[in-house]
């Protein structure tokens, strides 16, 4: 699996910790940066990162700003997308196993770089291969709205 990564000034400190977590988890990193804590906007790198995951060039992202937020709403902005911030290891498993969950979104000033590691690990360990009839049809009811309302 190719993980895309894409993070502003807030989410940085995260970043090196999910870098090194995802190596050790056998899978690539498509890192579209940023690489320092010099103020950048956080909609220019979550735009990067749904974009990789719509082409097809990534299978998942993570996105980090200082709350998880900006990025979130950002990336949210494209069909096809289905970004969450989460946490708690619960929610960032459950969010692909129950909802398709495709970005992990968090927030540098929230959460340890430590804690961003497990939750990386919880995410993209979690699949939603096989998942139950309750989920699939509660998905397909989320996908009618996307449908409906996307242009
Ligand atoms: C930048 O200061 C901050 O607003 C951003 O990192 C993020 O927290 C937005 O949701």
């Not at 749904?50 to 996105?63: C, M, T, Y």
């Given at each position: 699996?190719?993980?895309?990564?894409?993070?502003?000034?807030?989410?940085?400190?995260?970043?090196?910790?999910?870098?090194?977590?995802?190596?050790?988890?056998?899978?690539?990193?498509?890192?579209?940066?940023?690489?320092?804590?010099?103020?950048?906007?956080?909609?220019?790198?979550?735009?990067?990162?749904a974009?990789?995951i719509i082409?097809?060039?990534?299978?998942?992202?993570?996105?980090?700003?200082?709350?998880?937020?900006?990025?979130?709403?950002?990336?949210?902005?494209f069909k096809g997308i289905y970004?969450?911030?989460?946490?708690?290891?619960?929610?960032?498993?459950?969010?692909?196993?129950?909802?398709?969950?495709n970005?992990?979104?968090?927030?540098?000033?929230?959460?340890?770089?430590?804690?961003?590691?497990?939750?990386?690990?919880?995410?993209?360990?979690?699949?939603?291969?096989?998942?139950?009839?309750?989920?699939?049809?509660?998905?397909?009811?989320?996908l009618?709205?996307e449908?409906?309302?996307f242009?």
């Amino acid at each position: 699996m190719i993980v895309a990564l894409g993070c502003d000034h807030g989410g940085f400190v995260l970043k090196q910790a999910i870098v090194e977590k995802i190596k050790q988890l056998g899978f690539e990193v498509l890192d579209f940066g940023t690489n320092s804590e010099d103020s950048v906007d956080y909609p220019d790198f979550a735009i990067k990162v749904a974009e990789a995951i719509i082409s097809g060039k990534a299978q998942r992202g993570i996105l980090m700003c200082g709350s998880g937020v900006g990025v979130c709403i950002t990336a949210n902005k494209f069909k096809g997308i289905y970004a969450s911030v989460a946490h708690d290891i619960y929610t960032a498993a459950q969010g692909v196993t129950h909802d398709n969950m495709n970005i992990l979104c968090l927030g540098g000033r929230v959460i340890s770089p430590q804690q961003a590691a497990l939750l990386a690990e919880a995410f993209l360990t979690a699949t939603n291969k096989g998942q139950e009839e309750r989920h699939v049809k509660r998905i397909k009811k989320v996908l009618e709205v996307e449908v409906k309302n996307f242009r």
